[in-house]
């Protein structure tokens, strides 16, 4: 053969003596770099440094009797940023080496050193026995690609370029094709061929490598003869892969093969083999994700077994033990998990950083093994305390960031549970940008997953669970929909079998309860219970998340108790929160959680069923929470709040002094431990305040009533304090201080509660706070103070769209970076739902509470709102309107207010330039008064005969007009000096009433003494007013159009579905457009609407026009800015009847269409007769159009109704209960 032509080659690299010289590196490895004319070609497997280091390794060479091969000493070091430096090397001629090789000897080489300055001879430091030989055959060939496949996959372990991988696969293939079946050496091709397929799955995913390397692997395995020596690695090898297919495709019976496979590969090693731990190692890790997929303890408890045996058959110099480590911390955890002994996450942390200390940290496992310490430190944080373990959990997650690569095979899981270190974080610290980034990652965690993967559905609960987290925070419910969207999917893709199911299922009861406590929907709170349940029964005893599954059943129970009154519902939450006390050692920081919640629950049964026994055992448990628990520990102030109250009840009911005294002294001690930037702490101050005041009333000393309402007026003045909360302060600071007549504190009080108003809503509010201004003469800030109170709903929308509006002219950044906060909150107002937070029922994570009702974002937008108020013009940005702007919505007439509180009765009167005069009302019965306003509307027949209707007007509505004209608007009109007969025209004088309390449901504009004498809409024309806010803002809108180029809507609603049918519609609506088109109409701005509504008592936001296609909801008109709206004639039923249970709120569609746009409204106040309402329309539109449509002014509207309902009275067998309806608002 010609010395130039390509031959292959195999070179045998079996061990190196170093010289004496050569410097000893404990943490060092070595490797043999082999290099042909200068290009690398193969190198060994790096091992640990010592004097003599053995590879027994052989590469493939392809290169010509006259190339030069280069062999090199490789030492690494622990500088991950280096691949490794040559510290000694020799060259040589491929000939001259076969020739020192000839008849298959091996032979020594002498390495020189490479590492100091050129010499004239370097000092050898060590040498190295070699073999080569030139490959005659196809058996040679397939020998030496083999040979180069594994040099190929060494280089891709050590440097992690993907292009070694594909090459080493290539040559394997290679390798298999050129070798017979019945070739000894064919099977140990097919392993490695298998092996090198597996680690690409493992890396990019494509299960097409999983499948290859199974069916190799598989072939190898039958291809070997039983005791052949490679047979317990083909074994383990294919146990390898099935696990794997078992974790991405989910067939137990992949699991049940692979621990099968590799038991038997064990029990063909004898223990002092170095294959041996491996084996062992493997079998651990298929016994403990069977463990994690049926959950029998003996799988784990085996697979422990395992992999301490692994590890301690392993010497700390081999490349292997840090794996062996891992795994067996990795199987400590999951037990500790289990059975929560801490020995157990001991043992796991000790052993995952031994394996952190014996690994390179340039290996590519080392991230793994980061991100299970993480794991570890976060389990023990929350088990122990212990920040300092949260923080090292962070920093290692940071790391493995750094060393891990989005292409990773293992980047979801690091992705899942990065994720669950920032809720911790978040749930510790309090930063909402922690929670946002879990949100992300879990996210891009779901979408690396496909459906068949076994873990998708961990990632979906996961990622369900922190949705539900930031709701929790924020508020939004389209958060909790998708966390109960992607728990629902993740139990869906979960058979019972799963050892997580009932994890999934717990992660989806919870969310379906939340959106219960924000909706009210009780189907919500009926699956929470039946998927808890469920979790429960699936769920063994001994699992360490029980309790805290047991408990958060009770919780839920007990939340159906309270709805449905079903004792068995509470019976059941004892029972099951009992068990979770059971089942918890007292070192558990849960443990008091779950004892204050076994005391809430006692504490319902003893007010159902008034034991003295479930109250004691209340008492006896929340004591014992409070002994548990550290003074330092977060929740400590919760357990103290909630033991004083239910101190405070005994005392309540059975007078002993020391459970007063007790009492108090929890809840001073409850504010001492809680910071001032702690949302809770006005509650506690709050329920400070109520034990001193019952301290007071048992005592009459004044010390005691100080100290009760400077408690109340901390808890409200605090700044972090929850706007329920501080508004309960406030309105108990008020109220206490009026009770005792200390008008001045009380006024403070009120100012402070309305403050916080539009971040709540308290019914009655302002009435009490006007009230105490009337009282102290300041008349002036008294309709200041009860308009600020006033229909809350709309004084917070109205307020941030106007003022928004003129900051986006100013300001358009700042605007803008505004609304986007404010649109968030907005949503929230029009959503007509509200998160209640019960303080007493801690939940699975009582952390959660702080960070309920969107404090973050309430945070963000209060700082926006002083940094606006920062700016000249915008000094009174969203504030309250001052009294002298607030009488500039009344330009003609004068304004009535009738204030009803539970300290009487008193009337304002003023107009545009006349003072307010104050009327006192003492003659007024308020029980009588909310009596007769009550069954005005609950005995309002809905289908009535001409028969009952006289009956419910002669017995309900008649006396509740002649009441408040004798003793309201009698004094008033004396007072405004209006005739109480009629004259011989219609009236001209205005009057715009603002009813309040039970005023509000009463039809002032058609009281009257009766008996065929002048009643207030023979006297006066009538308005109403929603707030004087609102009025103002549609005096200005109005203003700042014309009324040129009119268009006008009317929509008839004869037969519109489920309700009844309304045969005149058709004919109102033609009467109307005959009127509009002789005005010539040849545009649009007046709406009117003809039809049913779908109003209710207790439907408040949800109110509706019921239309054919659907209902048009309040919520909706509401949400729209209707910028060149001009009248609206709601000739629909109900369309001016507000909520019974917050009458000062206006919560009707009158009130929406004013809000949305129109200044000018005429509504109903109750369902009205189909033949009343188009004479009614038809005579209100030819008064408002008797000089054209250009000489059509909105603010004739009140005067035109006023018109068509005295029209309609000429008609004698019309009475009051059908022209009473007709109600105007606005202009």
Not at 333 to 340: A, I
């Amino acid at each position: 053969m010609e010395a130039s032509i390509t031959q292959l080659y195999t070179l045998y690299v079996t061990s190196a003596d170093m010289s004496e010289s050569f410097p000893d590196n404990e943490s060092g490895e070595l490797f043999a770099e082999i290099r042909l004319d200068q290009i690398v070609e193969q190198a060994t497997e790096a091992v640990k440094q010592s004097k003599t280091v053995f590879w027994n390794d052989r590469v493939l060479l392809i290169g010509n009797y006259f190339s030069t091969m280069s062999l090199s000493i490789v030492q690494i070091t622990s500088d991950p940023t280096t691949k490794g430096s040559c510290i000694g090397c020799v060259d040589i001629v491929l000939d001259a080496l076969l020739a020192r090789c000839a008849d298959n000897q091996f032979t020594i080489l002498e390495m020189r050193s490479v590492t100091r300055a050129v010499e004239a001879e370097q000092p050898i430091i060590g040498a190295i026995r070699v073999k080569l030989k030139e490959l005659a055959g196809i058996v040679d060939l397939a020998n030496g690609m083999d040979a180069m496949g594994a040099s190929k996959l060494r280089r891709f372990q050590r440097f992690g370029n993907l292009l070694h991988l594909d090459n080493a696969i290539s040559s394997q293939k290679r390798a298999v094709e050129l070798m017979d079946d019945g070739h000894p050496d064919k099977p140990g091709y097919l392993s490695n061929l298998g092996t090198c397929q597996h680690t690409r799955f493992e890396r990019l995913g494509d299960l097409s490598d999983l499948e290859n390397a199974f069916s190799h692997i598989e072939k190898a395995v039958v291809l070997t003869d039983d005791g052949h020596p490679e047979e317990p690695m083909y074994l383990t090898n294919l146990g390898i892969t099935q696990r794997s297919r078992f974790r991405h495709l989910g067939d137990l019976s992949d699991l049940a093969n692979s621990i099968s496979n590799i038991e038997r590969a064990t029990e063909l090693i004898d223990d002092g083999h170095t294959d041996k731990p491996t084996c062992l190692s493997n079998l651990s890790i298929s016994q403990e994700a069977r463990f994690h997929r049926l959950g029998d303890l003996s799988d784990l408890e085996d697979a422990i077994l395992n992999a301490e045996n692994a590890a301690g058959l392993t010497d700390d110099g081999n490349s292997n033990k840090p794996r062996y480590l891992s795994s067996l911390a990795t199987c400590q955890h999951t037990r500790f998990e289990r059975l929560g002994d801490l020995s157990d996450l001991k043992n796991a942390v000790s052993n995952i950083e031994r394996a952190i200390e014996l690994t390179n940290d340039g290996h590519l496992k080392n991230p793994m093994h980061l991100m299970h310490l993480s794991i570890f430190q976060r389990t023990r944080f929350q088990s122990l305390g212990d920040i300092s373990d949260l923080e090292m959990a962070i920093s290692n997650m940071e790391e493995v960031a750094l060393l891990m690569d989005d292409g990773h095979l293992g980047k979801p899981t690091y992705l899942l549970n990065l994720g669950i270190v920032q809720v911790t974080c978040f749930e510790c610290l309090g930063g909402i940008s922690d929670l946002q980034n879990a949100i992300l990652n879990a996210d891009k965690a779901v979408g690396l997953t496909n459906d068949r993967d076994p873990n998708k559905a961990n990632y979906l609960s996961h990622l369900g669970r922190t949705l539900g987290t930031r709701f929790e925070c924020l508020g939004d419910l389209s958060d909790l929909d998708d966390a109960i969207s992607n728990s629902e999917m993740a139990v869906k893709l979960t058979d019972d079998s799963h050892l997580h199911k009932s994890r999934y299922l717990s992660n989806l009861g919870i969310s379906q309860r939340r959106r219960f406590e924000r909706l009210g929907n009780l189907s919500d709170l009926e699956n929470a219970i039946l998927n808890l349940e469920k979790a429960a029964d699936l769920m063994h005893d001994d699992y360490l998340a029980k309790p805290g599954l047991l408990s958060n059943l009770g919780i839920t129970q007990k939340t159906r108790f309270e709805i449905l009154n079903n004792l068995s519902d509470l019976e059941n939450a004892i029972l099951n929160i009992t068990k979770a006390v059971d089942l918890t050692d007292d070192i558990h920081t849960d443990k008091a959680k779950y004892l204050t919640n076994l005391g809430n629950c006692q504490d319902s049964r003893f007010e159902h069923a008034g034991n003295l026994s479930n109250l004691e055992d209340a008492i006896l448990n929340k004591e014992r929470a409070v002994e548990l628990t550290d003074d330092g520990h977060l929740e400590k102030p919760i357990y103290l709040s909630s033991l004083g109250i239910t101190r405070r009840t005994r005392f309540e009911h059975f007078g002993d002094l020391s459970d007063l005294g007790d009492s108090i002294s929890n809840l001073r001690k409850a504010v001492e431990l809680t910071d001032d930037d702690n949302p809770n702490k006005s509650h506690y101050f709050s329920n400070l305040g109520i034990i001193q005041y019952s301290h007071f009333q048992r005592f009459g000393e004044q010390a005691d009533l100080g100290a009760s309402v400077s408690s109340f007026k901390t808890g409200a003045q605090l700044k972090a304090a929850y706007p329920h909360h501080a508004l309960f302060a406030a309105r108990q600071w008020a109220e206490t201080s009026h009770r005792h007549g200390d008008l001045l504190s009380a006024l403070d009080g009120y100012r402070m509660a309305l403050e916080l108003l539009p971040k709540d809503k308290s019914e009655n509010l302002g009435t009490l706070a006007a009230t105490c201004a009337i009282q102290l003469g300041h008349f002036e800030e008294a309709v200041e103070l009860l308009d600020l109170g006033r229909s809350v709903f709309w004084q917070q929308a109205s307020l941030l769209r106007s003022d928004l509006e003129i900051l986006s002219e100013e300001e358009p950044e700042l605007a803008e970076r505004f609304e986007r906060i404010g649109q968030r909150l907005d949503a929230g107002n029009f959503s007509g739902s509200s998160v209640t937070i019960d303080i007493q029922n801690i939940g699975v994570n009582s952390r959660e509470v702080l960070g309920k009702e969107r404090h973050n974002l309430v945070n963000v937008w209060e700082g926006l709102v002083d940094e606006i108020r920062k700016l000249p013009k915008f000094k009174h940005f969203l504030k309250p309107i001052p009294f002298h702007q607030l009488r500039q919505a009344v330009t003609v007439g004068e304004v009535v207010i009738i204030n009803v509180s539970q300290h009487g009765v008193d009337a304002l009167i003023f107009g545009a330039t006349r003072p307010v005069e104050h009327v006192p009302l003492p003659n007024i019965d308020l029980e009588v008064l909310a009596e007769l306003s009550d069954e005005i509307v609950l005995q309002r027949p809905v289908v009535a005969t001409e028969e009952t209707q006289r009956r419910y007007t002669a017995r309900y509505l008649k006396p509740a007009m002649r009441l408040i004209w004798d003793n309201i608007l009698v004094p008033i009109f004396h007072k405004m000096k209006v005739p109480l007969t009629n004259g011989t025209t219609q009236p001209q004088r205005r009057i715009w009433w603002y009813p309040t309390g039970s005023l509000t449901f009463i039809p002032i504009h058609a009281a009257g003494p009766g008996k065929g004498a002048a009643d207030v809409s023979q006297l006066i024309i009538s308005s109403y007013v929603t707030t004087f806010g609102s009025l103002l803002q549609v005096h200005k809108r109005n203003r700042q159009h014309t009324m040129k180029g009119i268009k006008f809507l009317a929509v008839s609603q004869p037969n519109t579905s489920g309700l009844c049918p309304l045969p005149q519609s058709t004919l109102e609506i033609a009467k109307l457009v005959d009127v509009v088109c002789l005005a010539g109409c040849s545009h649009e701005n007046i709406l009117h609407l003809h039809g049913s509504d779908a109003t209710d008592p207790q439907l408040g936001i949800k109110s509706a026009f019921a239309l054919h296609d659907g209902n048009l909801e309040l919520s909706k008109i509401a949400s729209k800015t209707l910028s060149f709206g001009q009248f609206a004639f709601l000739s629909a039923c109900h369309s001016a009847a507000g909520l019974m249970s917050l009458p000062g709120e206006a919560m009707h569609l009158a009130a929406g269409l004013q809000f949305a746009g129109f200044p000018s409204v005429i509504a109903t106040m109750w369902g009205i007769h189909d033949e009343d309402a188009p004479k009614v329309a038809n005579h209100a539109y030819k008064y408002l159009l008797r000089n054209g449509m250009e000489g059509l002014d909105p603010s004739d509207a009140a005067k035109a109704l006023n018109h068509a309902v005295l029209c309609l009275r000429e008609d004698p067998s019309v009475t009051v209960d059908r022209w009473a309806p007709f109600i105007h608002f606005g202009i």
